[in-house]
């Protein structure tokens, strides 16, 4: 069958997006309930998201923001990172991964993936680490957890931190245990393609208190009104001083009210993940042109995102032609991601090309597939009658 960007009939009438939020009237009629009441922002749904994050995920603290990267920035200032430190991260990633230490006068420093897993490679982390690295930031890239054990054990003995971006990985589990409480701190995001959204948001769990002080702190411009982090005397009830320059990264009410009324759905969207994804893997696995990447055992994954990597040498075109063809066939393909050093900003910073090499042969040969709680089965059955056809049809 000839592909519609040729002049064939595309496989559907209106386009399938790769992500979407699953809002419902419950989600709507929590947030109306908070726009109706006393307080919009800094009130008690912020408080009671933050608790709800840490029950779940099993840690003593949690403190939101404003947006993932906001929850990273304050990570990055809570490790203490300063000009001259380095903050090892993958480059296959969004650019608030490298950006965080960027904030803090740091030094992104890129250690290449593994090609089956498309994680950060444990091995590349210690060929990276020197007597400046302060913190490491690993990606659970697509929602399937790093090795973090494995981390961990690199960075026994010294005083690295490892912040966890774990953006992707809101329900996933680590060697049978949820992702938020094995590394120092662990980021989620809440961004609309997310597990559950809060419309924007961001959130860092630990177990540290230390760092749990300095988060809170930070996210409200370092000001504090706590009788024990004052420096100087207490003057009376409306009395505050601000300790160090932070920045307004607050969550508001009517967001985490969102964000509680989808957490109540995420083990279902999960589940719904999982069965999509099941049906994509028997489909793709035995489909000449694709390969799939890897989970590993120790990896219960929520599944953010599908990726396929497209085996190039067995195809008659390249990647664009590959994507055109899917947009023709009105499914909404996308790339994720386009390596952090080759963007304009870090080529200026004199990042080059070639740093981190599988990073960029998957780069050049990945896809995105759709996979969103909402896709219904005949959705699913389009995105694998496509890839046959497309496929097929440009196999040498």
Known sequence: ????????????????????????????????????????????????????????????????????????????????????????????????????????????????IDSETFNIDVNEIAKKITDKTKAIIPVDFTGQAVDIDAIKELVKGTNIVVIEDSAHGLGTKYKGTKLGGLADMTEFSFHPVKTITSGEGGIITTNSEEYYKKLVNFRSHCITREIDQLENQDEGKWYYEQLDLGFNYRLTDFQAALGISQLNKLDTFVKRRKEIVEKYNEAFQNLDGVILQKNPNYSDTSNHLYILKLDLEKLKVDRRQIFDAFMAENIGVHVHYIPVYWHPYYQKLGYNKGLCPKAEELYNCMLTVPLFPAMSEEDVNDVINGFYKIIQYYRK
Do not use: W
């Open 1 to 112: 069958m000839l592909p519609a960007i040729l002049g064939g009939k595309p496989i559907r009438n209106k386009p399938l997006p790769y992500a979407k939020q699953s809002i419902d009237d419950k989600d709507c009629e929590e947030v109306i309930k908070v726009l109706k009441s006393d307080f919009l922002t800094t009130g008690p749904k912020a408080k009671e998201f933050e608790e709800a994050i840490a029950d779940y995920v099993g840690t003593k603290y949690a403190v939101s923001f404003s947006s993932g990267t906001a929850a990273l920035h304050g990570a990055c200032f809570a490790a203490g990172i300063n000009k001259g430190d380095e903050v090892i991260t993958t480059p296959m990633t969004f650019a608030a991964s490298a950006n965080c230490a960027l904030y803090m006068g740091g030094t992104p420093v890129f250690a290449d």
